[in-house]
Protein backbone atom coordinates (compact mmCIF):
# COMPACT_ATOMS: atom_id res chain seq x y z
CA UNK A 1 0.00 0.00 0.00
CA UNK A 2 1.29 3.33 -0.75
CA UNK A 3 0.82 6.25 1.98
CA UNK A 4 2.48 9.18 0.92
CA UNK A 5 2.77 10.32 -2.68
CA UNK A 6 4.15 13.69 -3.68
CA UNK A 7 3.17 13.90 -7.58
CA UNK A 8 4.82 16.86 -9.73
CA UNK A 9 5.78 19.04 -6.98
CA UNK A 10 7.18 22.36 -7.62
CA UNK A 11 7.77 25.63 -5.55
CA UNK A 12 8.94 28.49 -6.05
CA UNK A 13 10.24 30.88 -4.03
CA UNK A 14 9.91 34.01 -6.03
CA UNK A 15 12.44 33.72 -8.91
CA UNK A 16 14.04 30.83 -7.25
CA UNK A 17 12.67 27.23 -8.27
CA UNK A 18 13.32 24.97 -5.03
CA UNK A 19 11.95 22.35 -5.80
CA UNK A 20 10.81 21.12 -9.45
CA UNK A 21 8.37 18.17 -10.67
CA UNK A 22 9.41 15.92 -7.85
CA UNK A 23 7.33 12.87 -7.88
CA UNK A 24 8.28 10.56 -4.71
CA UNK A 25 6.39 7.62 -3.65
CA UNK A 26 7.12 5.77 -0.34
CA UNK A 27 4.99 2.29 0.69
CA UNK A 28 3.79 1.43 3.91
CA UNK A 29 6.70 0.18 6.04
CA UNK A 30 9.27 1.36 4.26
CA UNK A 31 12.49 3.47 5.44
CA UNK A 32 12.49 5.82 2.41
CA UNK A 33 15.58 8.34 2.55
CA UNK A 34 15.93 11.47 0.61
CA UNK A 35 19.63 13.28 0.51
CA UNK A 36 20.99 15.62 -1.58
CA UNK A 37 23.67 18.46 -1.32
CA UNK A 38 23.15 21.41 0.97
CA UNK A 39 20.34 23.44 -1.15
CA UNK A 40 19.10 20.60 -3.02
CA UNK A 41 15.36 21.27 -1.67
CA UNK A 42 15.16 18.65 0.89
CA UNK A 43 13.74 20.52 3.58
CA UNK A 44 11.20 22.71 1.56
CA UNK A 45 9.87 18.85 0.27
CA UNK A 46 9.53 18.35 3.72
CA UNK A 47 7.60 21.50 4.38
CA UNK A 48 5.62 20.71 1.15
CA UNK A 49 4.65 16.99 2.60
CA UNK A 50 3.64 18.27 6.06
CA UNK A 51 1.81 21.70 5.53
CA UNK A 52 4.41 24.52 6.22
CA UNK A 53 4.60 25.38 2.46
CA UNK A 54 1.51 25.01 -0.02
CA UNK A 55 3.30 23.92 -3.23
CA UNK A 56 3.81 26.10 -6.29
CA UNK A 57 1.61 22.99 -8.31
CA UNK A 58 1.49 19.63 -7.88
CA UNK A 59 -0.19 17.15 -5.35
CA UNK A 60 0.58 15.39 -2.03
CA UNK A 61 -1.64 12.25 -1.24
CA UNK A 62 -1.15 10.53 2.11
CA UNK A 63 -2.98 7.47 2.66
CA UNK A 64 -5.07 7.91 -0.96
CA UNK A 65 -5.89 11.45 0.55
CA UNK A 66 -5.32 14.94 -1.03
CA UNK A 67 -3.70 16.36 1.80
CA UNK A 68 -2.24 19.31 -0.36
CA UNK A 69 -2.41 22.70 1.04
CA UNK A 70 -3.84 21.36 4.78
CA UNK A 71 -2.57 23.16 7.63
CA UNK A 72 0.74 21.32 9.54
CA UNK A 73 -1.92 19.95 12.72
CA UNK A 74 -4.57 18.44 11.04
CA UNK A 75 -1.67 16.54 8.47
CA UNK A 76 -0.10 15.76 11.96
CA UNK A 77 -3.65 14.63 13.12
CA UNK A 78 -3.44 12.40 10.27
CA UNK A 79 -0.20 10.87 10.93
CA UNK A 80 1.86 12.51 9.35
CA UNK A 81 4.80 13.61 11.77
CA UNK A 82 7.96 15.64 11.07
CA UNK A 83 10.78 16.39 13.02
CA UNK A 84 13.19 19.58 12.34
CA UNK A 85 16.17 20.62 11.49
CA UNK A 86 16.49 22.38 14.68
CA UNK A 87 15.15 20.39 18.05
CA UNK A 88 12.59 21.83 19.64
CA UNK A 89 12.19 21.20 23.41
CA UNK A 90 10.84 22.58 26.70
CA UNK A 91 14.59 22.90 27.92
CA UNK A 92 13.24 23.15 30.99
CA UNK A 93 11.27 20.28 31.58
CA UNK A 94 12.43 16.56 32.17
CA UNK A 95 13.08 14.09 29.27
CA UNK A 96 9.37 12.33 30.51
CA UNK A 97 7.61 15.26 30.67
CA UNK A 98 8.55 16.28 27.27
CA UNK A 99 7.29 12.96 25.69
CA UNK A 100 4.27 13.14 28.27
CA UNK A 101 2.91 16.41 27.28
CA UNK A 102 3.42 15.42 23.56
CA UNK A 103 1.41 12.38 24.14
CA UNK A 104 -1.57 14.52 25.10
CA UNK A 105 -1.91 16.29 21.65
CA UNK A 106 -3.83 13.01 20.50
CA UNK A 107 -6.39 12.83 22.55
CA UNK A 108 -9.52 14.98 22.70
CA UNK A 109 -8.79 17.55 25.95
CA UNK A 110 -11.82 17.40 28.75
CA UNK A 111 -11.20 20.73 30.70
CA UNK A 112 -14.37 20.14 32.77
CA UNK A 113 -13.47 16.39 33.08
CA UNK A 114 -9.94 17.75 34.18
CA UNK A 115 -11.28 20.16 36.60
CA UNK A 116 -13.64 17.38 38.45
CA UNK A 117 -11.65 14.95 38.01
CA UNK A 118 -13.66 12.18 35.79
CA UNK A 119 -12.44 8.38 36.27
CA UNK A 120 -12.22 8.45 32.58
CA UNK A 121 -9.58 11.24 32.40
CA UNK A 122 -7.60 9.66 35.22
CA UNK A 123 -7.61 6.94 33.16
CA UNK A 124 -6.59 8.48 30.56
CA UNK A 125 -3.86 10.11 32.44
CA UNK A 126 -2.38 7.30 33.02
CA UNK A 127 -1.95 6.00 30.10
CA UNK A 128 -0.46 8.85 28.62
CA UNK A 129 2.07 8.34 31.54
CA UNK A 130 2.39 4.79 30.39
CA UNK A 131 2.72 5.43 26.76
CA UNK A 132 5.12 8.11 27.60
CA UNK A 133 7.97 5.85 29.49
CA UNK A 134 7.45 3.59 27.00
CA UNK A 135 8.37 5.66 24.21
CA UNK A 136 11.11 7.00 26.68
CA UNK A 137 11.93 3.52 26.70
CA UNK A 138 12.19 2.56 23.22
CA UNK A 139 14.20 5.88 22.53
CA UNK A 140 16.97 4.55 25.33
CA UNK A 141 16.41 7.50 27.32
CA UNK A 142 15.36 5.59 30.75
CA UNK A 143 18.31 6.22 32.14
CA UNK A 144 17.89 10.38 31.95
CA UNK A 145 13.89 9.98 32.28
CA UNK A 146 14.21 12.97 34.98
CA UNK A 147 17.14 14.61 33.54
CA UNK A 148 16.02 18.13 32.59
CA UNK A 149 16.34 18.70 28.33
CA UNK A 150 18.40 21.48 28.35
CA UNK A 151 21.25 19.41 30.42
CA UNK A 152 21.44 16.92 27.88
CA UNK A 153 24.50 16.54 25.11
CA UNK A 154 23.13 17.73 21.64
CA UNK A 155 22.72 14.00 20.40
CA UNK A 156 20.38 12.91 23.05
CA UNK A 157 17.84 16.20 23.07
CA UNK A 158 17.79 15.28 18.84
CA UNK A 159 16.88 11.83 20.01
CA UNK A 160 14.76 13.39 22.54
CA UNK A 161 12.91 15.46 19.94
CA UNK A 162 12.50 12.10 17.94
CA UNK A 163 10.96 10.42 20.52
CA UNK A 164 8.57 13.68 20.61
CA UNK A 165 7.53 13.27 17.64
CA UNK A 166 6.82 9.61 18.27
CA UNK A 167 4.20 10.09 20.78
CA UNK A 168 1.95 12.16 18.78
CA UNK A 169 1.16 8.66 17.08
CA UNK A 170 3.07 8.96 13.78
CA UNK A 171 1.50 6.67 10.31
CA UNK A 172 4.86 8.05 8.85
CA UNK A 173 7.54 9.71 10.46
CA UNK A 174 9.66 12.50 8.55
CA UNK A 175 13.04 12.90 9.81
CA UNK A 176 14.90 16.26 8.72
CA UNK A 177 18.69 15.15 9.52
CA UNK A 178 18.24 13.40 12.08
CA UNK A 179 22.07 12.39 12.94
CA UNK A 180 23.84 15.61 11.59
CA UNK A 181 26.15 17.09 13.79
CA UNK A 182 26.12 13.93 16.14
CA UNK A 183 29.31 12.38 17.08
CA UNK A 184 29.83 8.54 16.15
CA UNK A 185 28.47 6.70 19.64
CA UNK A 186 25.40 9.19 19.47
CA UNK A 187 24.87 8.50 15.31
CA UNK A 188 25.12 4.74 16.11
CA UNK A 189 22.37 5.68 19.33
CA UNK A 190 19.85 7.46 16.93
CA UNK A 191 20.54 4.54 14.33
CA UNK A 192 19.34 1.51 17.36
CA UNK A 193 16.44 4.06 18.18
CA UNK A 194 14.76 4.59 14.29
CA UNK A 195 15.09 0.88 13.59
CA UNK A 196 13.56 0.17 16.81
CA UNK A 197 10.54 2.82 15.48
CA UNK A 198 10.70 0.62 12.01
CA UNK A 199 10.45 -2.41 14.28
CA UNK A 200 6.88 -1.22 15.27
CA UNK A 201 5.64 -0.65 12.10
CA UNK A 202 5.81 3.34 11.24
CA UNK A 203 6.99 4.14 7.99
CA UNK A 204 9.48 6.30 7.83
CA UNK A 205 10.90 9.02 5.63
CA UNK A 206 14.32 10.58 6.28
CA UNK A 207 16.32 13.44 5.40
CA UNK A 208 20.41 13.21 5.54
CA UNK A 209 23.67 13.89 4.75
CA UNK A 210 25.22 11.29 6.70
CA UNK A 211 26.05 9.02 3.61
CA UNK A 212 26.41 5.81 6.04
CA UNK A 213 23.47 6.07 7.86
CA UNK A 214 21.26 6.41 4.43
CA UNK A 215 22.68 3.63 3.08
CA UNK A 216 22.48 1.08 5.65
CA UNK A 217 19.13 2.00 7.44
CA UNK A 218 17.38 2.81 4.01
CA UNK A 219 15.19 0.71 1.78
CA UNK A 220 15.40 3.10 -0.66
CA UNK A 221 16.77 6.36 -1.65
CA UNK A 222 15.80 9.56 -3.32
CA UNK A 223 18.86 11.93 -4.94
CA UNK A 224 17.76 15.89 -5.13
CA UNK A 225 19.76 17.99 -6.69
CA UNK A 226 19.34 22.12 -7.23
CA UNK A 227 15.43 21.33 -6.84
CA UNK A 228 15.60 18.11 -8.96
CA UNK A 229 15.45 14.69 -8.48
CA UNK A 230 18.12 13.22 -9.92
CA UNK A 231 17.93 9.75 -8.90
CA UNK A 232 16.13 6.62 -6.97
CA UNK A 233 16.75 3.23 -5.94
CA UNK A 234 17.99 1.06 -3.72
CA UNK A 235 21.21 2.25 -1.81
CA UNK A 236 23.77 0.29 -3.98
CA UNK A 237 22.17 1.41 -7.00
CA UNK A 238 22.71 4.93 -5.95
CA UNK A 239 25.91 4.62 -4.90
CA UNK A 240 26.77 3.81 -8.16
CA UNK A 241 24.65 6.23 -9.92
CA UNK A 242 27.10 8.40 -12.36
CA UNK A 243 25.09 11.56 -11.77
CA UNK A 244 25.11 11.14 -7.91
CA UNK A 245 28.15 10.61 -7.71
CA UNK A 246 28.61 13.74 -9.52
CA UNK A 247 26.31 16.26 -7.97
CA UNK A 248 28.33 15.13 -4.95
CA UNK A 249 32.29 15.51 -6.52
CA UNK A 250 34.17 18.27 -4.61
CA UNK A 251 32.25 17.70 -1.34
CA UNK A 252 34.93 16.11 0.53
CA UNK A 253 32.83 15.96 3.72
CA UNK A 254 29.64 14.36 2.08
CA UNK A 255 31.25 11.79 -0.48
CA UNK A 256 28.92 8.73 -1.29
CA UNK A 257 31.69 5.74 -0.99
N1 LIG B 1 11.29 30.17 2.93
C1 LIG B 1 12.14 30.31 1.93
N2 LIG B 1 12.21 31.46 1.21
C2 LIG B 1 13.06 31.59 0.17
N3 LIG B 1 13.91 30.64 -0.22
C3 LIG B 1 13.92 29.48 0.44
C4 LIG B 1 13.05 29.25 1.55
N4 LIG B 1 13.27 27.99 2.03
C5 LIG B 1 14.24 27.46 1.25
N5 LIG B 1 14.63 28.35 0.31
C6 LIG B 1 15.65 28.11 -0.73
O1 LIG B 1 15.31 26.91 -1.40
C7 LIG B 1 16.47 26.14 -1.70
C8 LIG B 1 16.34 24.78 -1.05
O2 LIG B 1 16.49 24.92 0.36
P1 LIG B 1 16.27 23.74 1.38
O3 LIG B 1 16.35 24.30 2.74
O4 LIG B 1 15.06 22.98 1.02
O5 LIG B 1 17.55 22.83 1.08
P2 LIG B 1 18.09 21.55 1.85
O6 LIG B 1 18.30 20.51 0.81
O7 LIG B 1 17.23 21.22 3.00
O8 LIG B 1 19.52 22.07 2.34
P3 LIG B 1 20.35 21.71 3.68
O9 LIG B 1 21.05 20.43 3.36
O10 LIG B 1 21.31 22.83 3.78
O11 LIG B 1 19.41 21.61 4.84
C9 LIG B 1 17.66 26.96 -1.20
O12 LIG B 1 18.18 27.69 -2.28
C10 LIG B 1 17.04 27.86 -0.16
O13 LIG B 1 17.77 29.06 -0.04
MG1 LIG C 1 17.56 21.12 5.03
Redesign the pocket.
Known amino acids: MTILEAANITKR??G?E??RNIDLKVEAGELVGVI??????????F?ILSGV?RPSSGKVFFRDEDITGMKPHRIAEKGLVRTF?ATRLYSNLPVLENVYIACHIPARPNIAGDIIGLPSVKRRESQARQRAKDIVSLAGLESVSLELARNLPHGYQRTLGVAVALAAEPKLLCL??PVTGMNAEETQFMMGFIQRIRQQGITILI?E?HMKVVMSLCDKVAV?NF?RKIADGKPEEIQNNKDVIEAYLGRQEESVA
Do not use: R
Open positions: FGLALGPNGAGKTTLNFQDEVHLG
